[in-house]
């Protein structure tokens, strides 16, 4: 009896310790509730840091701002690259209350940020009305819905600027 008294003790300490939050998604979460609570937008919050440092924060604000970009990874992403004065964030990391739709994945990939913490996926999120499978299977080209017509238009004017970029000796690659 002793060792089972024992061991529902040390269960319910690991318990504790489990369900201990992660300080940085506490911040996001904490913002994706701010955020919904005030109507600005989805229940998403996401942060950026490194070593133990927080740069920013930010929550989901399509509706406040009538901006579909204004995701909280998109704007946290602004507002550590305003504050860094850079566009390379390749030695943070980001912490996002949900797995990154397309647009949000596609700029994680393009600040170079190299560690993404996430905690509700995707299909959690389609089961709340935030589904975006459709943007996954027009990106893979297996969409059987076709929302964007693409028409390629006067390419060979157009890329006369893609000639002078290559050509162009001061350009900051990125």
């Not at 924060?57 to 946290?76: C, F, G, M, W, Y």
Request: glycine share 4%.
């Amino acid at each position: 009896m002793c060792i089972q008294a024992l061991l529902s003790g040390v269960l319910i300490m690991l318990r504790s310790v489990l369900d201990k939050m992660n300080k940085y998604m506490q911040i996001a979460l904490d913002e994706a509730f701010s955020g919904m609570r005030k109507n600005h937008g989805g229940p998403f919050g996401a942060v950026i840091t490194i070593k133990n440092k927080l740069i920013a924060k930010s929550h989901n604000q399509v509706i406040k701002s009538n901006d579909p970009t204004a995701h909280a990874e998109i704007l946290a992403i602004r507002i550590a690259s305003r504050k860094l004065r850079r566009f390379d964030l390749s030695d943070w990391e980001i912490y996002s209350t949900c797995e990154p739709c397309p647009m949000c994945l596609g700029a994680i990939h393009w600040a170079k940020i190299k560690k993404l913490i996430y905690s509700c996926t995707r299909k959690d999120a389609a089961n709340i009305g935030f589904d975006d499978k459709f943007i996954y299977d027009a990106i893979k080209g297996t969409s059987k819905k076709i929302q964007v017509r693409k028409k390629l238009l006067d390419r060979n004017l157009c890329i006369k600027a893609f000639k002078e970029w290559q050509n162009k000796e001061d350009k900051v690659s990125y």
